[in-house]
C-alpha cells in the first residue's frame, strides 16, 4: 500500500468523451503532482499543486483540466483527448518543507487508451 | 532530432552480483536526488535520497554515490536478487522556488537472472 491511491487503474475512452482521473493521498502531504510515463519519453511532469495552488503547468494542452479541491484529493479532467495521450498517468504527493523537498510518493497510476 | 521510441539502458546480472546503475544530470542547481524502482505494472517506488551536502549515503543493501563536478549519480545495490529486476529512474530537484518539482532520467532497466 503507497499512501497514494488512483481510480480508475485502467481506462479506456473515445476521443470524443470526458472522463476523470481520481487521486486521493493519505499520508497528510501539501504538494500533489500528475505526472504523464509513455513508452517513448521520460517521466513528465505535467501539474503541480503546493497547498491546493496550481505552482506548475508544464505547458501541458488544455484538454487535460487538473482539479485540486483540498490537499489530499487531485484530479485530472479528460477531454477530447487524442490516442497520442495513451500513456500511464501517475498521481503522487509529497511533503514540501520551508527549505528542500521530500520524496514523492506515487501512485499505482492509471493506465490510459485513447481510441 | 527526436528519438521516435526510447530505448532504455539495460544492465543483466547474475543474483548476488552487485550492480551499479549510473545516471547524468543536467541542472547544476539541482540539490536533491532520488532513486527510484519500478515494477511492472507498478508506481515508482522510493529507495533512497541525497542532498547536495552529501556524496554518498547508504541504506540497506544501496548504495547512493554524488559527484556533483560531473553532474553525475550512481545507485549500487549489493547482493542483486531477482526481485530486484526492475526499472530504475533517478530524480532531481533544484528545490528553492522550484521545490516540488522533479525531473526524472530516462531509467534503466535491471534484470537479475537466478
Known amino acids: 500500500e503507497t499512501g497514494v491511491t488512483q481510480t480508475p487503474r485502467h481506462l479506456v475512452m473515445g476521443m470524443t468523451n470526458k472522463k476523470s482521473l481520481k487521486c486521493e493521498q493519505h499520508?497528510?502531504?501539501?504538494?500533489m503532482y500528475w505526472y504523464k510515463q509513455s513508452a517513448k519519453k521520460p517521466l513528465e511532469l505535467m501539474f503541480v499543486?503546493?497547498?491546493?495552488?496550481?505552482?506548475e503547468n508544464n505547458s501541458v494542452p488544455s484538454r487535460f483540466s487538473p482539479e485540486c479541491p483540498n490537499s489530499s484529493h487531485l484530479f485530472l479532467h479528460l477531454h477530447t483527448l487524442q490516442p497520442e495521450d495513451s500513456a500511464l498517468y501517475l498521481c503522487a504527493s509529497s511533503q514540501v518543507r520551508g527549505r528542500g523537498n521530500t520524496e514523492a510518493f506515487f501512485g499505482q497510476g492509471t493506465r490510459l487508451t485513447v481510441v | 532530432g527526436e528519438n521516435v521510441g526510447l530505448h532504455l539502458p539495460t544492465l543483466s546480472v547474475q543474483e548476488g552480483d552487485n550492480s551499479i546503475i549510473n545516471c547524468a544530470y543536467s541542472n547544476s542547481a539541482s540539490d536533491y536526488f532520488i532513486w527510484y524502482k519500478q515494477e511492472s505494472g507498478k508506481g515508482p517506488q522510493f529507495i533512497i535520497d541525497?542532498?547536495?551536502?552529501?556524496d554518498k549515503r547508504q541504506g540497506q543493501r544501496v548504495t547512493v554515490l554524488l559527484n556533483k563536478t560531473v553532474k553525475h549519480l550512481s545507485l549500487q545495490i549489493a547482493a542483486t536478487q531477482p526481485g530486484d529486476s526492475a526499472v530504475y529512474f533517478c530524480a532531481e530537484n533544484a528545490g528553492g522556488t522550484s521545490y516540488g518539482k522533479l525531473t526524472f532520467g530516462q531509467g534503466t532497466i535491471l534484470t537479475v537472472h537466478p
Open positions: 499520508l497528510g502531504h501539501n504538494a
Open positions: 499543486y503546493n497547498f491546493k495552488e496550481q505552482t
Open positions: 541525497i542532498r547536495s551536502n552529501m
